[in-house]
């Protein structure tokens, strides 16, 4: 004797397959199921227009540049040998404790790092008078910047701030 949750099962596609306009049919594990035709896809698609082959043809064009321009880009960069920036900013010093001091901004827009880097900052004063003063500092990163603060006696606005990148090793 069948179990009452299939007849149900079954009484209820049936009743579907009635609705629907089909039959009932039985299947390999003879459950009783509807025997409704569905829509076939079609065989082929008609031929593509020349106007949609265009556009195809320009939106693989447009990945194609946008990909060799992100490899090209990432090829280039890692070639750019270390060179270093620094920027010394007198009219941002400050006086404390009777020196003033400058800030510099150090930055490697290099492809490769830099490594115990040397950098000379120098006031030369209207009187011809110097002051110097080296900074070390180790390592500076592709791409990466760095704050940095040299003191000095003389007040750096009333002179002219001279800046040389003295050394570094990269690996």
């Known amino acids: 004797m069948p179990d009452g949750r299939w007849l149900g099962a079954g009484?209820?596609?049936?009743?579907?397959?009635?609705v629907l306009g089909g039959t009932v049919g039985r299947s390999a594990n003879h459950l009783p199921t509807p025997d409704i035709e569905l829509p076939r896809p079609k065989q082929q698609d008609p031929p593509r227009k020349p106007a949609e082959w265009a556009s195809f043809a320009f939106s693989l064009l447009i990945v194609a540049v946008l990909t060799g321009l992100v490899i090209g880009q990432a090829v280039t960069e890692s070639r750019k040998p270390a060179y270093i920036e620094v920027q010394a900013r007198p009219v941002e010093s400050r006086e404390a404790g009777?020196?003033?001091?400058?800030?510099?901004?150090?930055?490697?827009?290099?492809?490769?790092?830099?490594?115990?880097?040397?950098?000379?900052?120098?006031?030369?004063?209207?009187?011809?008078?110097?002051?110097?003063?080296?900074?070390?500092?180790?390592?500076?990163?592709p791409g990466a910047s760095m704050s940095a603060t040299v003191g000095y006696r003389g007040d750096p606005r009333c002179g002219s701030i001279v800046v040389e990148t003295v050394s570094f090793i990269t690996p």
Do not use: C, H, K
Request: hydrophobic share 50%.
């Open 98 to 141: 009777g020196l003033w001091y400058v800030p510099l901004e150090i930055t490697n827009p290099g492809g490769i790092a830099a490594q115990e880097v040397r950098v000379q900052v120098a006031l030369i004063m209207p009187d011809g008078a110097r002051e110097s003063t080296t900074i070390r500092f180790s390592p500076l990163a």
């Open 11 to 18: 009484l209820a596609a049936g009743a579907l397959a009635v």
